[in-house]
């Protein structure tokens, strides 16, 4: 009785923070690092075709990457936002919980890594009502995926202006709320009746006040532009999710994912038919991004998502020198992000390089969201 209860294997979380161990004993663990969302996914059932993904992944951990400590792996990838908060009392905890220090791993250190953090639960949750198989049972019927890269560079070609992604958004936690009588289908006929290629729709309700729901009835008042799922994904679950709402096109957002996890996503969007808009908004995270192959669209925002500043050189900056030739070698197509308003912002990001936008706040403020477009680029572009 004394050995069995004086037995202590290591502790749980000195087990999971191994990467290599964690890709081991991942199955017996529920609360896991980010670093084995892949391998989670595998076991609860995402794989696609004949093709697995865990085949589609085998050799491409990087032999530096095993062995390391998975919070060493995101670290080393400049990654700062942490995808939970830590768990148990603080480093610092000597008594009682009135005495716990504030930010001491259990506190966000910005918006997004709260965004991040709700989210981690919010997802947990909507994984319990919705599993996995009867995602995919749904998806049997939603209509099939349309082209949304295809959709940009057709309107880039037509109008000899960036292609345009407009974006559906009630209210963000920078700018609060931009529209009081917001009617996402009304909103959303009035971009493509003005000429948006494509359309962005904010799914996050918390923060940005978003639907799947507002997705879904888009998609079902028959708006033919294709649709990107404006959302914090984190999981694989929410892609299956998002396309069963009708998503074209999901968001990775490169600040918030490891290397691994976007290579996974991606995969997992390949088999789905759906398009995946990587998000950047420094240099380390654009050479990050340009390393992995299969990236076809990069979205530079403009806006900090830890700050909230917003500086449109930004889009500029990661499209000079090299950077900007091995983006045209690989004939990725780049979407300049956030705070674009006139004409003159228009020229300006596409002088730079880009060849589509992706446009919110400027536009869903007009009374009519479709003539806003035309004073977006200083002309119609609906025909
Ligand atoms: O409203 P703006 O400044 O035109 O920005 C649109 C879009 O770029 C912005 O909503 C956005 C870009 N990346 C994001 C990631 C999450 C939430 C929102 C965003």
């Not at 038919?273 to 992995?292: Q, S």
């Amino acid at each position: 009785m004394e050995g069995l209860l004086s037995f202590q294997p290591f502790p749980s979380s000195v087990i999971q923070r191994r990467l290599s161990t964690v890709y081991l004993h991942s199955r017996l663990s529920t609360s896991s690092s980010s670093s084995c969302a892949p391998l989670r996914a595998q076991q609860s059932g995402i794989t696609g075709g004949s093709e697995s993904v865990s085949s589609a992944l085998e050799g491409k951990v990087s032999e530096q990457e095993v062995g390391m400590y998975q919070d060493e792996v995101v670290a080393s990838q400049g990654i700062r936002i942490r995808r939970r908060p830590l768990t148990g009392p603080p480093l610092h905890y000597v008594g009682p919980f009135e005495f716990r220090l504030q930010n001491e791993g259990n506190t966000p250190r910005n918006i997004l890594e709260e965004i991040v953090w709700h989210k981690d639960k919010e997802v947990t949750q909507m994984k319990e009502k919705r599993p996995l198989y009867t995602l995919k049972k749904a998806l049997e019927n939603v209509s099939p995926p349309r082209d949304f890269i295809g959709a940009l560079r057709s309107a880039h070609q037509r109008t000899g202006l960036p292609g345009l992604i407009a974006e559906v958004k009630k209210a963000s936690p920078s700018r609060g709320i931009l529209r009081e009588d917001f009617d996402p289908v009304a909103i959303a006929q009035a971009y493509e009746k003005g000429g948006a290629a494509c359309l962005s729709v904010l799914t996050d309700e918390k923060y940005f006040k978003g639907s799947f729901e507002n997705l879904e009835a888009i998609r079902n008042a028959g708006v033919e532009c294709p649709l990107l799922c404006k959302e914090f994904i984190i999981e694989a679950w929410q892609i299956y999710y998002g396309r069963s709402k009708g998503a074209d096109a999901v968001l990775l957002i490169a600040s918030v994912l490891p290397d691994l996890d976007i290579k996974y996503m991606i995969k997992i969007c390949k088999i789905l038919g759906m398009a995946t808009l990587v998000e950047v908004h420094d240099e380390r995270e654009m050479d990050r991004v340009l390393a992995i192959e299969g990236v076809e669209l990069i979205g530079i925002n403009n806006r900090n998502l830890e700050t909230f500043e917003v500086d449109i050189g930004i889009t500029k900056r990661l499209l000079e020198g090299e950077r900007g030739e091995l983006i045209r070698q690989k004939d990725i197509l780049v979407v300049g992000e956030s705070g674009l308003f006139t004409p003159e912002d228009i020229a300006f990001v596409q002088e730079a390089g880009v060849k589509a936008v992706l446009v919110g706040e400027s536009l869903v403020k007009q009374s009519d969201p479709g003539q806003g477009i035309s004073a977006l680029f200083g002309r119609d572009i609906s025909s």
